[in-house]
């Protein structure tokens, strides 16, 4: 197994191993062969290995207590959020939602991460509520919102498409319909950026999953170092290297390559403006 910061101490393996045997109810989300769980959470890496666990009983509870304490963007009022989302897609099952809210949150609370946390769920369903009236589906854009970047690696090449998967059984979870789970995985897909969607709701969530590039040059500049911390910690790449592939990366967003950064003309008008002033300049600082 890759090693992990999240990875138990040898120890701490074997007790959590005869744990596992022990219990028959337990669920590793976003792998399909393994049953749901009671009462377990599981932290685990880009290939659904186990990499940590924290039990109700105290096994790892005081180390996952600090880790999330120094963790940016774990702010209870976060969680509240994603809880009241979760309740919203099963407001029959407050368990369910329970359970639902607790692997996202687990997910966003990753240590890697400095920008896709649980401060950018927050401002994504923040900009929900600004367009839920104009959706169609609006329960699939917040199941969307909430999963989208649920699997994250700056590594990698497949975030979405892993995090599609983790939708579908976010859905199963809460006792969503089959085809509510792959519609939301279609709009997550989106969230890669490379072919504009035909449809409003899917292009609100590529707009909303961008308003960070309209928010203030305070605001942007902060979100950039936060990007840069998730690539460059633990020398994945170099900050030099960040730069220039960050750079290309947002040029995409300009013309020639498109119009427009936001589909919607509701966000046109809400953040276009700002947005390519906060690119153009931060582009140049980039490439210097």
């Known amino acids: 197994m890759q090693s992990n910061s999240l990875d138990p101490l040898p120890q701490e393996r074997g007790q959590i191993d005869g744990r596992i045997k022990q219990n028959s109810a337990y669920c590793l989300l976003g792998h399909k062969n393994t049953p749901r769980h009671g009462g377990v959470y599981f932290f685990y890496l880009r290939d ?39 309740q919203r897609l099963n407001n029959k099952d407050n368990a369910a939602a329970a359970l639902a809210c607790d692997a ?120 950039t170092r936060r990007i840069r911390r998730e690539y460059t910690r633990g020398g994945l790449i170099t900050a030099e290297q960040f730069d220039k592939g960050r750079a290309n990366f947002l040029k995409k967003f300009l013309p020639p390559n498109r119009p427009s950064i936001y589909l919607t003309y509701f966000f046109r008008e809400k953040y276009e403006a700002q947005a390519r002033q906060n690119l153009a300049r931060a582009i140049k600082q980039l490439s210097e």
């Open 104 to 223: 996202i949150v687990a997910r966003y609370r990753e240590p890697h991460r400095a920008y896709h946390t649980p401060r950018h769920i927050n401002d994504c369903l923040n900009e929900l509520e600004t367009v839920r009236s104009r959706l169609y589906n609006p329960i699939a854009v917040e199941l969307a919102l909430l999963c989208h970047d649920a699997i994250y690696s700056a590594a990698a090449t497949d975030n979405e498409e892993q995090s599609a998967e983790f939708a579908k059984e976010i859905a199963k979870m809460l006792g969503l319909p089959k085809l509510f789970g792959e519609q939301t995985a279609k709009m997550i897909m989106a969230t890669k950026h490379n072919i504009p969607p035909p449809d409003f709701d899917t292009q609100a969530v590529t707009d909303m999953d961008l308003a960070s590039l309209g928010y203030s040059e305070t605001e942007f500049d902060k979100n």
């Open 48 to 86: 659904f290995e186990i990499c940590g666990i924290l039990a109700a009983a105290h096994l790892l509870e005081d180390e996952m207590k600090k880790r999330v304490a120094i963790y940016p963007g774990t702010d209870e009022k976060y969680k509240a959020r994603i809880l009241g989302s979760c």
